[in-house]
Structure formats: C-alpha cells, structure tokens
C-alpha cells in the first residue's frame, strides 16, 4: 500500500506542476532516495501511467493516464449535457432537481439546483447516498443486470433509517419496475415525508451514466399530484436522451 500511496503523490505532482518531472524532484516531493524514486517511476512507466521523454530524461502522462482522463471527461461532458437540463427542470416543477453517478453501492451527489416552492429539500454536492434507497441510485442501478446487482450487494443491504428495501430480491423486483416506466422513486426511503423521482441516461458505449433526479416533500402534492411532475421528469429525459443518443429516450 505504501507503494501505491507514493505512486499517487508522484502523479499529483505531475498534475500540480503541469510539466515533466524529474527523478531527483520526485525523491526531494516523496522525501524518498533517488534510487527508490527511481525504481517508482520506472515500475509506473512499465504500467503505462507514466513515460520517460528520451530528450530530457523526464516523466510525463503515460497512455493509460491519458486513457483514464479521456474516460473521465466524457463522463463529465454526460453530466454537463444533464446538467444544462436541470435548472429548466427545476423551474417547471418547482423543486430541486439533482444529478449524480454511482460509485459502488452508493450514489455520489454532484449537482443540485434548487426550485421555486417555499419548502425546499436538498442535498449538497459531494454527498454519498446508499443507491438501493435513492431514486437515481436505483435508476442507476436498473442500468445493470440483475446478476451485476447481486454481485454488488453479497451481504444484503445494507441498513438504512428511512423505510428503504429490505432486501436484495426485493431491490431486484424495484428494479424491474422502474426498468418498465423508465424512471425510479424513492419514497421516504431515506428522509421522512421526501419523495424522489429519477431518469438515468448513458452513453452510446454505455460505459457512462448519470442520473437526474427530482425530490419534492410529499405535502406539497395531492394523491395522484405528482403526475404532472413525473410526466416532465420524463419530457426532461427524451430531450437529454435525444441529445446525447441514449436510444432508451428514443435518441
């Protein structure tokens, strides 16, 4: 481990700098020998993270960072395409809407943009949320095959203080419903009197995925009154889909 935390450091370093580095620069950053510095490098170079240019005897990206960076703007630019959506969104429902990805069994929170109703609920950027009991963690989560949704959950599900799935046979089942009307709900599964409702999108390699979520307290709406805010979470979702070419969203 201590190797890969070294291995880290050399490459922020590459990153703050934003030039090549030198073995000497790498010793005095990790406050490690120049020949131990120099077997790091040379072991991350035969990775392909990194590569000596032969003129100056420096390192910079290798191919495999370079693949890793690519891989991950074009999930940014996913989430820009979401993103230029959600202000619109909000203002038509009149409550917050949110974006986010899956990191394992949980969702990661990375926008949100508040609505116009007097009684908001949010939650901020950088949040983690557990994906079985969050509306876009379970849209998300609906992307995969019930087999990979086993494999992420061994152990059952984990517990939670809403009123979230108990199950794992459960969560499939969830799944399999929110697969048919395209979009997912979270009701009061994490927070008392919150409902949420939530689309997903990929890309055309469906290697990316991003989901965009609309949560609302439930006082705010009559029985049924939420129709109106699925139909344009849904209206939301064909326009993005067609945008980006998630042909689920007719793109």
Do not use: C
């Amino acid at each position: 481990m201590k190797s890969i935390e070294k291995a880290v450091e050399a490459l922020r370093l590459m990153a703050m700098s934003g030039r090549e580095i030198s073995v000497a620069e790498t010793g005095r950053h990790l406050n490690v020998t120049r020949s131990t510095a120099s077997r790091l490098l040379a072991t991350m170079g035969r990775g392909g993270l990194i590569e000596q240019n032969p003129s100056t005897q420096r390192y910079r990206p290798g191919i495999l960072a370079v693949q890793l960076a690519a891989g991950f703007h074009r999930h940014f630019d996913l989430v820009d395409q979401v993103g230029q959506e959600m202000a619109e969104l909000s203002a038509q429902t009149g409550h917050t809407a949110w974006a986010g990805i899956l990191s394992g069994t949980e969702v990661v929170v990375l926008k949100t943009v508040r609505g116009t109703h007097p009684i908001q609920f949010t939650v901020e950027p950088g949040r983690r949320l557990p994906a079985h009991a969050a509306a876009m963690g379970k849209a998300l989560l609906a992307l995969k095959s019930d087999g990979d949704v086993r494999a992420l959950f061994p152990l059952g599900l984990p517990t939670t203080a809403g009123a979230a799935l108990g199950s794992v046979d459960d969560l499939i089942a969830e799944l399999g419903l929110t697969r048919l009307r395209r979009y997912a709900v979270s009701n009061q599964e994490l927070f008392n009197g919150v409902r949420a409702i939530s689309v997903a999108f990929q890309d055309t390699d469906k290697e990316k995925a991003v989901a965009l979520s609309v949560s609302y307290p439930l006082f705010s709406v009559q029985d049924g009154g939420d129709q109106a805010i699925v139909d344009t979470l849904l209206l939301t979702a064909s326009r993005i889909g067609a945008k980006i070419g998630d042909a689920r969203w007719g793109g």
